[in-house]
Every structure is written in C-alpha cells, then in structure tokens.
T-cell receptor, first 116, second 113 residues
C-alpha cells in the first residue's frame, strides 16, 4: 500500500516551454502533497505544500508563478514549470500523506527535467 | 530552529561490515524521526521511523533508536550488502504539525563486494 507515482519519469524540453509533472497516489487518498526539488548530490528542498481543493503554500524563495501547483483531487497533484529555463533542470519529487496531520510521507519516484 | 545533521559521506564499507550512520537533531517540541533511503535515479523510500523517545524503528535489518537525551537517531545495520548502496536521509517531522519533513543532507553509502 501507499504507492505514489509520478509522470513522466524523464522529460527534455526546449527553453521557454512549459512542462507539467503529475503526482498520483494510487491506493490512498492524499489530502496533502508536497513538491521537492533535488540538485545533484544534495538533499531535498521543499518547494510547496499542496492541500486538496486549496491553493498551494510555497516556501520562501520559490516563485509561485513559475511553479504552478494544482491539487484538484484527492489522488492527483500537478506541478507545471512555466517558461522553463536551463537553470530549472533538476530532479522533482512529490510526496503525499494520507490524511491531515499524518506524519509519514510517501514519495514518488521522481521526475528528471532537462531544459535545453 | 529545527534541523537535522548527518555524518558526512561517502561511507565506504566491505560487504558484511557493520554500519553506523550518525544523525542528530535540534527541535522544539516532540517530533517523529525518520530514515529514508534513495537508490540511484529513484525517489525516496521510507526505511524506518520512530514517533517517541526510546522507540526503536527497524526494517530490513536496519535499526535506529530515538534518543531524546542525546537528540540522536543513528542508523545501524549489523551486516551490509552491496544492495544497500544508496543515499540515506535522516528527517524529522515539523513539530508544529504542518506535516513538513526537515531533512538532513544525506549520507552516501557504498558497499563493495
């Protein structure tokens, strides 16, 4: 149980285009989803917290107009990197918790984004 | 503030060696503590967790005990395998109940046959 999937696993795009990454909880309802960014050989940096049906809460320094997050259902959250640039190239990972306040986060396998 | 500090890697061991990866934390309140493992090119997997002082989390031969007096949650395994090679992250839950996790910087473990 507690499986989280991400799609796509890898994406290459041209500078200036937008890329959408999906995060799904496959066997549980995720009231809260988190989006992280991970640079090579570094820890995870929390970008935003997303609760179903409400606006995402962004961490300091994360541009909300650049990284659009939608959490329209209890099993799906999307991250759209708008007008991507090479510096946006990274590993993006989502996680989900099953109910409000639950502590254990279940992570997706990650999406590798390369912007040319 | 709340923070997690892990021993710097990489840690290189021979197969069947004993493993310890140190993790200490600073937190207000009473967080839960976690170890996550990340295999190359993959996301994080929960390895084990402990929710209160003196709890021991264990899974797949790995263990960690929540030590409030030393604010530590060291990861141990008696006999490592090549397949244990990965990056290990210690984390604590935000004591203010936001659901956020605060991660350490990660420790790379390389096990050689």
């Amino acid at each position: 149980g507690a499986v989280v999937s991400q799609h796509p696993s890898r994406v290459i795009c041209k500078s200036g285009t937008s890329v959408k990454i999906e995060c799904r909880s496959l066997d549980f309802q995720a009231t809260t989803m988190f989006w992280y960014r991970q640079f090579p050989k570094q820890s995870l940096m929390l970008m935003a917290t997303s609760n179903e049906g409400s606006k995402a809460t962004y961490e300091q320094g994360v541009e909300k107009d650049k990284f659009l997050i939608n959490h329209a259902s209890l099993t799906l959250s999307t991250l759209t990197v708008t007008s991507a640039h090479p510096e946006d190239s990274s590993f993006y990972i989502c996680s989900a918790t099953g109910r409000q306040g639950q502590e254990t986060q279940y992570f997706g396998p990650g999406t590798r984004l390369l912007v040319l | 503030g709340n923070s997690v500090t892990q021993m710097e890697g990489p840690v290189t061991l021979s197969e069947e060696a004993f493993l310890t990866i140190n993790c200490t934390y600073t937190a207000t309140g009473y967080p839960s503590l976690f170890w996550y493992v990340q295999y190359p090119g993959e996301g994080l997997q929960l390895l084990l967790k402990a929710t209160k002082a003196d709890d021991k989390g264990s899974n797949k031969g790995f263990e960690a005990t929540y030590r409030k007096e030393t604010t530590s949650f060291h990861l141990e395994k008696g006999s490592v395998q090549v397949s244990d090679s990965a990056v290990y992250f210690c984390a604590l839950s935000d004591p203010s109940n936001t659901g956020k996790l605060i991660f350490g910087q990660g420790t790379t473990l390389q096990v050689k046959p």
